[in-house]
T-cell receptor, first 115, second 107 residues
Framework: EAGVTQFPSHSVIEKGQTVTLRCDPI?????LYWYRRVMGKEIKFLLH????????ESGMPNNRFLAERTGGTYSTLKVQPAELEDSGVYFC?????????????FGPGTRLLVL | GQNIDQPTEMTATEGAIVQINCTYQ??????LFWYQQHAGEAPTFLSY????GLEEKGRFSSFLSRSKGYSYLLLKELQMKDSASYLC????????FGQGTTLQVKP
């Protein structure tokens, strides 16, 4: 069974540009999460989809970040316009069900560097 | 709010035993996860504890004390490949992570 995949693995862009990150969850997993780790800090939650609906977007830093999950399969996270402080590793995770005991399976992350 | 603390770095010798601690303060408790993350790779699930006590899984064991707000991950017979970051996290729908403990195993 394929795990969570993310594309691209790395992205280097200039401040003000736009970047779109993609996440493909494990097939059949309705729950999809985005997290971010900035340098020296812990991994922090961004948002949670259940199928195509945003269940919790309390971690989204500001309106420069837009996440979508049309059709309830893969998800994209767009940053527009990117700022220097957006640099970090963006992780996607998925789980079959929601709930506190459900294991979330992570992708390898996209390393974003904004110059 | 939630507060999760782990040591930042640890070093141990191949073949030895190491204990990685995690203390947490949360409003409500729904268990605690441990993940392993090798550099540049995905965090991978190691264990989930919701009841007090020790759970053993091969060379890795995880312990929980709810009354003390404390967990640890015990790694036995350390191997070089165990060099990685170890993340504890508490679930609140989403996962709330500690900063992670980077373990370096030396020959």
């Amino acid at each position: 069974e394929a795990g969570v995949t993310q594309f691209p693995s790395h992205s280097v862009i200039e401040k003000g540009q736009t970047v779109t990150l993609r996440c493909d969850p494990i097939s059949g997993h309705d729950n999809l999460y985005w997290y971010r780790r900035v340098m020296g800090k812990e991994i922090k939650f961004l948002l949670h989809f259940v199928k195509e609906s945003k269940q919790d977007e309390s971690g989204m830093p500001n309106n420069r970040f837009l996440a979508e999950r049309t059709g309830g399969t893969y998800s994209t996270l767009k940053v527009q316009p990117a700022e220097l402080e957006d640099s970090g590793v963006y992780f996607c995770a998925s789980s079959e069900r929601a709930g506190t005991r459900e294991t979330q399976y992570f992708g390898p992350g996209t390393r974003l560097l904004v110059l | 709010g939630q507060n999760i603390d782990q040591p930042t770095e640890m070093t141990a010798t191949e073949g030895a035993i190491v204990q990685i601690n995690c203390t947490y303060q949360t409003s409500g408790f729904n268990g605690l996860f441990w993940y392993q993350q090798h550099a540049g790779e995905a965090p991978t699930f190691l264990s989930y504890n919701v009841l007090d006590g020790l759970e053993e899984k091969g060379r890795f064991s995880s312990f929980l004390s709810r009354s003390k707000g404390y967990s640890y991950l015990l790694l036995k017979e350390l191997q070089m490949k165990d060099s990685a970051s170890y993340l504890c996290a508490v679930p609140r729908g989403k996962l709330i992570f500690g900063q992670g403990t980077t373990l370096q195993v030396k020959p």
